[in-house]
């Protein structure tokens, strides 16, 4: 399985832009950096920003590196002052190597504490104790004496107490100053410590996303407290989308614009980069790298095999723009000779990477390659203990259109049968017009371009037993097939609808004992019952549709795709004018009345019909 946590190893040619980051950081000399990494969940944001922290590793006597992430802080402290606080104990660490500066440190950290306490505090005992005028630091009293330890800190100091450890710990010498003066002192402090220690200060935040609205504004507020200082860089991953949301939550009632909100976030962004997106090569290349790095861990292929293959892959997309492409040949060229089973599986990548990118449910987001994938061989390691043998390519090929064509991947389900050994014939169908662009696709798969080519992704499923991959794909929804998912009252409506001939009293109040559920799994089962019998040519062989969907219009579109099956070359007059009541059979009565098979009285019936 592949672990869904940021990495900084690269597979889609992120170290490129990380680089390129790194330079800009290096480059300002002096002067404060602040740049953001924007896009959507399970782009990579967090893993560029790590491949960016990488670039510094080397370099640790310039730059002190402080990584946060506020997410890990909601609900236990809060954000501001806990950012603050690492980037104290940072610098302190960073001072330690002369006492003159170790002061200046603590001296620092002491201005935070203050800041801290401000937070905490209420008007009146900060007065009290620091000297703050009354107003400016706006908390109830009752916080701070919790935070304290005192019943009374007023009281308290009055008769001349000795102030607990921890208020103490908080102010030590403290005296009597303003807030904003504070402020700029602790920015002042912290600049000149940066100064004299000769380092530069990179702040990476990550996953500001993940947060509550108040946790996120108060993660900015801090930033925005540090930032452009000089010899100061920040790096902030979030989706930007977000954190509008957050700047509209924080500042409702006030009648914000979405142009205010965007101009918050912006002007602590100096350099803004969203993570880019994955084409059709970094597809490819990047599920291909899975495989491979699978089989390294599995054993199945050398360690030195895999970084030779993980250089070409970054070599050859570096050169995508002069049309060396990935393509199959240079997929199947990072297999080792004579591994059949990777040869194939580079194969698959070639096969599945353009419609995981066309696909708007995945849209190679590099998260959600992952989690397809893992499912993909979850489901192998469960198909070998149940006597399932289904291939790999097999399984990608019915959960890529479980994730991107849900409805379409239910219909098929309804359809297979233990009747018909789990073979869906018009999946059949289906895959043989897809290859003729002109023609159309028989309900229900529709006339979308992502079916069509997903109807051509090999390999083909019409002949293949569908059964067990049904049983393997519960983890997504619990298929309807083979009679015992009737109950007593379906099985009775199942029986009922093979003897019918006619429409009866005595049958709608069975399809209504049975229930919209029920009625529509009996209708199929019959329907797959009457299969070598039915001939096409009589009315009453469609009684088993047309008087379910009376009663449960619901379970027209079901009824749909089992009247496709219909052969055109064999329709009577009487069978179609007995669908001209029923609206779910219009599409089918269309698609005959353009197909060239369809006799000529057959077409003028269904004409007379529609006009």
């Not at 782009?43 to 960016?52: C, W």
């Not at 723009?321 to 000779?337: G, I």
């Not at 009345?593 to 077409?603: E, F, Y």
Request: aromatic residues 6%; hydrophobic residues 45%; proline residues 4%.
């Amino acid at each position: 399985m592949w672990h869904d946590n940021e990495t900084s190893v690269d597979y889609v040619n992120f170290r490129i832009v990380a680089k390129a980051c790194a330079e800009l950081i290096r480059n300002a000399g002096d002067e404060p950096v602040s740049i953001g990494i924007s896009g959507g969940w399970g782009v990579g944001k967090s893993s560029l920003v790590r491949m960016i922290e990488t670039e510094f590793e080397a370099d640790r006597a310039k730059y002190v590196v402080v990584t946060f992430n506020p997410w890990l802080y909601q609900g236990f402290e809060d954000a501001k002052t806990a950012l603050l606080q690492i980037v104290g104990d940072a610098v302190l660490k960073q001072a330690k190597s002369s006492e003159t500066l170790q002061k200046k440190a603590e001296g620092f950290l002491k201005r935070i504490n203050l800041l801290r306490l401000a937070q905490l505090g209420g008007e009146v005992a900060a007065t009290l104790i620091t000297g703050v005028p009354v107003g400016l630091i706006g908390k109830s009293i009752s916080a701070l004496v919790d935070a304290v330890g005192n019943e009374s800190v007023a009281e308290g100091l009055s008769a001349g107490k000795e102030l607990p450890a921890s208020a103490k710990g908080l102010l030590n010498d403290a005296k009597p100053v303003s807030l904003p003066h504070e402020i700029q002192a602790l920015r002042t402090s912290l600049e000149e410590l940066l100064k004299e220690l000769d380092i530069t200060l990179i702040v990476f935040v990550d996953d500001l996303d993940r947060c509550l609205p108040t946790t996120t504004i108060a993660t900015l507020e801090a930033i925005r407290l540090l930032l452009f200082l000089r010899r100061s860089a920040f790096v902030l991953a979030a989706d930007d989308t977000f954190v509008r949301g957050a700047v509209r939550v924080h500042f409702a009632g006030t009648g914000i614009s979405d142009d205010m909100a965007t101009s918050y976030f912006d002007k602590l962004i100096q350099i803004p980069l969203r993570v880019p997106r994955l084409g059709a090569n970094e597809t490819k290349a990047y599920i291909a790298l899975l495989f491979l790095e699978r089989a390294r861990r599995e054993g199945k292929l050398p360690v030195d095999a895999f970084n030779q293959a993980k250089q070409l892959v970054e070599e050859r997309l570096r050169e995508t723009w002069k049309n060396k492409n990935v393509d199959l040949v240079f997929l199947e060229s990072l297999a080792p000779s004579g591994n059949a089973e990777l040869t194939a599986l580079m194969g698959l990548s070639e096969r599945l990477a353009p419609l995981l990118l066309s696909s708007g449910a995945v849209q190679s987001n590099p998260r959600l390659i992952k989690r397809f994938l893992n499912t993909i061989f979850l489901r192998k390691a469960l198909a070998t203990p149940q006597g399932i043998d289904v291939d790999v390519s097999v399984l990608a090929k019915w959960h890529l259109l479980e994730r991107c064509e849900g409805e379409l991947a239910d219909a098929i389900g309804e359809m297979v049968s233990s009747v018909n050994d789990g073979q869906v014939a018009l999946l059949k169908k289906a895959e043989d017009e897809a290859k003729n662009a002109e023609s159309r696709l028989p309900p229900p798969f529709g006339d979308k371009a992502f079916v069509r080519e997903w109807l051509q992704l090999a390999p083909p499923l019409g002949d293949y037993d569908l059964r067990g991959l049904l049983h393997l794909s519960r983890d997504s929804t619990v298929r309807d097939y083979g009679s015992d998912d009737l109950s007593a009252e379906g099985k009775l409506l199942r029986d009922s609808l093979v003897a019918a001939r006619a429409q009866s009293e005595a049958l709608d109040d069975k399809i209504r004992t049975a229930g919209e559920r029920q009625a529509a799994l009996a209708m199929s089962r019959a329907w797959e019952q009457k299969r070598p019998s039915r001939k096409w040519q009589k009315a009453e062989e469609l009684f088993i549709l047309t008087e379910v969907c009376r009663i449960f219009p619901s379970a027209g579109p079901r009824a749909a795709a089992l009247l496709a099956e219909a052969p055109t070359a064999q329709l009577t007059p009487g069978l179609v004018f007995h669908l001209k009541s029923s609206s779910w059979a219009t599409e089918s009565l269309s698609k005959w009345l353009a197909d060239s098979n369809t006799p000529p009285n057959i077409k003028k019936v269904i004409q007379q019909e529609q006009n």
